[in-house]
């Protein structure tokens, strides 16, 4: 389909080691988000990319986490250092105006 | 940092029986979204809400947006089964895409 895709869906990993989720937002959609989701709760803001502008990063939660989005299309979210409280939902999202459309997720447990 | 108090976070209740869920924050809002969200899935968007004292109806469900566009609520009427997930509202404080999104309200409607 059309849709945010993510990948991949599941990712387990011990505490430690480096990871890297992608996100492939809609074709033509210039914004794109990073969201940490933890047991079922609210979304937790994490990077914010518009078009060719600088993004904004004011919610990565330590110098570990770092995104990048090439191209203005695929983005990958590297969390470098795993630790067990990484362990959640990392969803992505994209929007073309102010609706965000939102992929599946990618649930990390750190072990 | 702007808050979005989400109420209740938890709801069950059986099917037939009316409810509504509470989003409040002490800033203004420029809109505000509401989300479902089932098990495995991302969020998908239900309504967006931009004029003070808005109300939209989606088949059971009616939205309001207050006077002041400090809060906003979901009723659903004669609640089913199919109902049942994860709410989450979030609101934009400026005329951009960013959104802060409430801890969320997990409804669950028993048959």
């Known amino acids: 389909g059309a849709g945010v895709s993510q990948s991949p869906s599941n990712k387990v990993t011990e505490k430690g080691k480096d990871v890297e989720l992608r996100c492939d937002p809609i074709s033509g959609h210039t914004a794109l988000y990073w969201y940490r989701q933890s047991l079922g709760q609210g979304l937790e803001f994490l990077i914010y990319f518009q078009g060719n502008s600088a993004p904004d990063k004011s919610g990565l939660p330590s110098d570990r986490f770092s995104a990048e989005r090439t191209g203005g299309s695929v983005s990958t979210l590297t969390i470098q250092r795993t630790q067990q409280e990484d362990s959640a939902v990392y969803l992505c999202a994209s929007s073309f105006m102010r609706e965000q459309f939102f992929g599946p997720g990618t649930r990390l447990t750190v072990l | ?111």
């Open chain 2, 1 to 111: 940092t702007q808050l979005l108090e989400q109420s209740p976070q938890f709801l069950s209740i059986q099917e037939g029986e009316n409810l509504t869920v509470y989003c409040n924050s002490s800033s203004v809002f420029s809109s505000l979204q509401w989300y479902r969200q089932e098990p495995g899935e991302g969020p998908v968007l239900l309504v967006t809400v931009v004029t003070g004292g808005e109300v939209k109806k989606l088949k059971r469900l009616t939205f309001q947006f207050g006077d002041a566009r400090k809060d906003s609520s979901l009723h659903i009427t004669a609640a089913q089964p199919g109902d049942t997930g994860l709410y989450l509202c979030a609101g934009a404080w400026n005329a951009g895409n960013m959104l802060t999104f409430g801890g969320g309200t997990r409804l669950m409607v028993k048959p």
